[in-house]
């Protein structure tokens, strides 16, 4: 597997928030931090009308896609070492990947 960059779109082990089970599901690397880890956000199949989700089409990648209409979630952050994610599936186009960082940053303001 090549090296992640911000706005990879890959799959990996995300927890459930029991942290006692999990899904392999596809991710955004949102951020590349210290030591390997890189912070990722969820992405969902599911429809999801909550208010930061983001809806994520084929026109939406530089390279790659998925196979049907997702969520990108940026509500549901985690971090892992680099060297865990499972496959890299894509990489978002600048426009979408600029909206969803202005949406995680949106999660962080002070009302």
Same mark, same amino acid.
């Given at each position: 597997?090549g090296? !992640? @960059? ?17 899904? !392999? ?18 992405? @969902?199949?599911k ?8 809806? !994520? @089409? ?20 985690? @971090? ?11 990489? !978002? ?19």
């Amino acid at each position: 597997m090549g090296e !992640l @960059t911000v706005g990879s779109v890959v799959t990996t082990f995300f927890p459930f928030s029991d942290y006692k089970n999990g899904k !392999l599901r596809p991710s955004v690397v949102l951020a590349k931090v210290e030591f390997g880890d890189v912070i990722l956000c969820q992405i @969902t199949s599911k429809s999801y009308t909550g208010q930061s989700a983001i809806e !994520l @089409t084929k026109s939406d990648f530089a390279v790659g896609e998925l196979p049907l209409i997702s969520y990108i979630r940026p509500d549901k952050l985690f @971090t892992i070492e680099a060297k865990a994610a499972q496959q890299v599936i894509g990489q !978002l186009n600048p426009a979408m990947l600029n909206r969803v960082l202005r949406q995680v940053r949106e999660l962080f303001k002070v009302k």
